[in-house]
């Protein structure tokens, strides 16, 4: 099964801006809709960036504009790239197929402090 880890969160300002990676261990990326979920405690897993095989994107209300999904097949690789980071998006940070195909990493915190 394919095995993914996200990496690149930590703490940081509001305002300030983070790039997340996923790296997988085969190559989920060129074949599934991929997404960034992230999760905060007591509250469910959500879907807040995706994008296509054709690198066409979507993304929640609550980070359009401030989020970009980005995908490098043959790097088995995709990214996040936040900006303008608020207080709000402290959560850790999963990558997945959308829906999810394979286990969840262990994903990657990102604090944001106002």
């Known amino acids: 099964q394919v095995q993914l880890v996200e990496s690149g969160g930590g703490l940081v300002q509001s305002g300030e801006s983070l790039r997340l990676s996923c790296a997988a261990s085969?190559?989920?990326?060129?074949?599934?809709?991929m997404g960034w979920y992230r999760q905060t405690p007591g509250k469910q897993r959500e879907l807040i960036a995706s994008i296509t095989i054709g690198d066409s994107t979507n993304y929640a209300d609550s980070v359009k504009g401030r989020f970009t999904i980005s995908r490098d097949n043959g790097k088995n690789t995709m990214y996040l790239q936040m900006i303008s980071l608020k207080p709000e998006d402290t959560a850790v940070y999963y990558c997945?197929?959308?829906?999810?195909?394979?286990?969840w990493g262990q994903g990657t915190q990102v604090t944001v402090s106002s």
């Open positions: 085969g190559s989920i990326f060129s074949m599934y809709l």
């Open positions: 997945n197929s959308v829906p999810p195909v394979t286990n």
